[in-house]
Each structure stands twice: as C-alpha cells, then as structure tokens.
C-alpha cells in the first residue's frame, strides 16, 4: 500500500486531494498548519499532522513522524490579489517564503529518503496564472512562475535517481478560499489609483466562465503520482485546460 503526503489540507485542493486518494486505498498523510480530525473521514489509513512550510522545525518533525513515503504533494500556498506599488515588501516575502521557499523547503527535507530508494514522485501544485498576464496579481504569480522553473529544473536533476517530478496546474476556483484569504489583504495593497482595476478584476471575475473544480485538481494530482508518462505540466480544470491549449 502506497503512502501520500500533502500540504495544505484544512480546505479547498489539499482536502479534495487527501480524500481522493483515500478512496482509493491510499495511505494518506494530511498536514495542515493547525491540524483538524474532522475534516476528513474517519480511516485507519490516515493521518494528520501539523505542519507549517514556512517553519524548518515543524518541517524537521513532519519528516519524521511521517516515515516512509512514496509521493509528495506540496498544496500548500496563500494568495495575493494586490497592485504592486502598494505592496509592502514584508507581504511580497510572506507570499514567497510560503509559495515558493516553503514548497522548496519541504521538498529539500524529504529529498534524501527518495533518493536513496532511488524511487517516489514529487508533485508541486502551480497555477495557471503563470500562463498568462493578469490583474493586480504580480507577486502571487511570480511566486508560482518560481515553482514552475524550480519544478522543470529539479526534475532533470533527480531523472537519474528514477524520482519523478510533476507540475499540477489549476485554473480559477470558486469551490476554494483563494478570493476570502487575499481579499484581507487586498485592503491594504489597492491603493485608490488602483481602485478602478480592482473593481474592473472583480466584475470579471463575477462573469459565468468555465472554471475549475476541486475534483480536477485531485485527478491530475492521483495522475501525476501513478502514471509515470504522465506529462510535466498537468493543466487541472477546463478553463485551465484551455490556457493551456492557448
């Protein structure tokens, strides 16, 4: 029985993830930053623990409660809808050292495991904002755009220890917390010159639109961990699979 870890799964990709791969017979290891045993069912084949990719200690410990695995999902990430003249830096580190150190963190710490079985996958879940140029959301695409090139690039590094690596992209979902978190964020990072665009995001984004569910994440996640010709970036949603077709 193959045993999965993934980050991030209090709510939204994460938890879709964890209990898709529950179904179907998984062992499952879901961390959260403040771990909940209500959100997933009830299985011999679970567990949760705590884990804050942006704490090398709370990383340290996850690694080692969590022992063997064979697949590692790095879910975890915040966002950002901001207008960058009015973004402090102190908020453009917090989205990087989350989205893009905590991913490479968690990564680097469950390396050695991998590599000396010489087997494993590594999956990284993207966005497909890094497809193409959009709104108010410069610093949370860069810090995506990072785990694109930090993905493709490390996968020709571990090729000759037989680990695969695997880019997940998702599109826009309204079944996720991305719009309630960066929203709170989002008052002190629009400053009135760049109300109207904000308000022009916002109306757009109000629009009927293909979109994606939290299910497609999860299937191009359980793809990407048992197809080995699975290709290296997996557009997860239709609207996502069009961008990607653009």
């Avoid at 063997?68 to 975890?76: K, M, Q, T």
């Avoid at 629009?190 to 994606?212: C, D, I, K, W």
Wanted: a neutral charge; aromatic letters at 6%.
């Amino acid at each position: 029985m193959k045993t999965v870890l993934i980050t991030g799964c209090s709510s939204g990709y994460g938890l879709e993830t964890a209990r898709y791969f529950l179904e179907r017979e998984w062992q499952v290891i879901a961390t959260m930053r403040t771990p909940r045993e209500d959100v997933l069912p009830p299985s011999a084949r679970l567990r949760v623990l705590p884990l804050d990719v942006t704490d090398s200690q709370s990383i340290r410990r996850a690694v080692e409660a969590a022992g063997p695995i064979d697949a590692l999902v790095n879910n975890a990430g915040i966002g950002l809808i901001s207008a960058f003249e009015s973004t402090p830096l102190d908020m453009v580190r917090e989205i990087f050292e989350t989205n893009t150190i905590g991913t490479m963190a968690v990564v680097q710490a469950f390396l050695p495991q991998f590599r000396e079985r010489k087997s494993g996958v590594i999956i990284n879940v993207s966005s497909t904002v890094t497809l193409r140029p959009l709104l108010l959301l410069s610093v949370y695409t860069a810090s995506k755009a990072a785990i694109n090139a930090f993905t493709e690039s490390l996968a020709l590094e571990l090729e000759p220890f037989d680990i695969r690596v695997r880019l997940v992209l998702p599109g826009r979902s309204s079944e996720t917390n991305f719009g309630a978190n960066a929203r709170p964020r989002m008052q002190s990072t629009v400053s009135e010159p760049y109300t109207p665009l904000a308000q022009n995001l916002f109306a757009r984004m109000s629009q009927p639109a293909p979109f994606t569910r939290l299910q497609d994440v999860a299937e191009a996640v359980w793809q990407a961990a048992n197809d080995p010709s699975s290709p290296m970036r997996i557009a997860a949603g239709e609207d996502a699979l069009a961008l990607a077709n653009a």
